[in-house]
């Protein structure tokens, strides 16, 4: 039978690669919001902080990260981690081995990484979901192609309806909070954090959880920050399931291309057909979303309404046109600008780490204190020299290493 090891660095497809490094850029220019503003200014339910209020020119990045970027990369990476488990299950049913014993410790390995990174890093680690979910998508694999198709057929009907309840209760939620303006005295000792969050009620958009949250991002002490990240990390897993169902079918859709060879390394005209026909289509939705916000105004129900289903119907789309257009072209990009891509997309986890790490540095107080700090322009900006960097990086460390640390780590813990 066949050997079970690591795809050898020379077989690894370019197109799945730069899909994969383009798609780390669309997901720290989304994460930026959550890496530099506390959670009310993200959701945009609290006040801003005092001499901190977005111009138009904020807006219109806001805006155009929404309409290009936001939900599309994450489920970029989500359908490459969906055709990734597929590939590596095949593997295993070529070599005469079961998927299970070598998936499970491939996604218990991500679990634990995940924990961590969540806990204490950055607050908006999906790692954690994707081992989750990947368990039933290692269930699914096993289906025959009809019930494949009747199943994932079936997860969009499930994401489009929790798209339209969840409509429904943000558009009569958001702006609706009230704040009277004031503060709660908070005494001064290490666990200040946990009575500021209590005081408010763990509303995150009251003014007392914002400053406190502020001050402990900015100024510490660790465990300060810890707990407002231990907790902001809590109140995100609440909300796993509803985003989960988007991830599930986006990796269901990566089983689904492995079997169909929609990313094999060959031109395809098919490939280039479905992309022109997924981004022609995605795009109206995505400009949907945002411009009622212009027009009716941001806290209009209608136009948080909208914008909700409109968002969820271009990540329905635009990914798979995204990741389309990635293989198919990415390789022919010059090599200036494809080697650098390629290698981040090849160490993608160490990637995605690194991006947590050196933008919780330059907004924490361990590192340059700019939380709550800057403007959408401002750490937009910042961000995408972050993710050119860490290419460069990339493309340094593979030429030497080959491999990235944590998929070293992660391939030692699935192969031996």
Sequence with gaps: MP?????????????????????LLGIIVVNARSFFLPLAWEAEIGPLHEGLQRSSLDWAVYDA???????????????????????????????????????????????????????????????????????????????????????TMGVVALVLLVTVASAGIQSGFFGAAADDGSVAVVAEHPLRGIDAMTAAGFDISSRTWIEAEVSAFRQGPWLDATAFRAVSYALGMLFAPIYGCQVLLMMLVGVWAQRTRLFAPESSSRRRLLSVRLIAAGLPFAAAAVLPGWFLGRESSAAIAIYTLSLQMSALLLPVGYACLAVEFGPRLPTLLRAPIQAAGSIGLTVYLCESLVCTGIASWWGLARFGTMTDVEFTAIVIGVW????????????????GPMERLWRWGTYG
């Design 3 to 23: 050997s079970l090891i690591p795809v050898p660095r020379a077989e690894r497809s370019a197109g799945i690669d730069i899909a994969r490094g383009l798609a």
């Design 65 to 151: 990260v929404d309409v290009l970027a936001n939900y599309k990369f994450i489920s970029v990476f989500s359908l490459l981690f969906g055709f990734g488990l597929a590939q590596q299950a095949a593997r295993c049913a070529a070599a005469g081995r079961s998927r299970w014993r070598m998936g499970l410790r491939r996604l218990g390995l991500l679990l634990a990484i995940g924990l961590l990174h969540g806990l204490l890093v950055w607050y908006g680690d999906i790692l954690t979901i994707y081992a989750i979910i990947g368990t039933v998508v290692l269930a699914c694999i096993g289906l025959d192609d009809r019930w494949l198709h009747r199943v």
């Design 388 to 403: 050119a960097g860490l290419m460069v990086a990339a493309l340094a460390w593979t030429r030497v290493f080959g491999s």
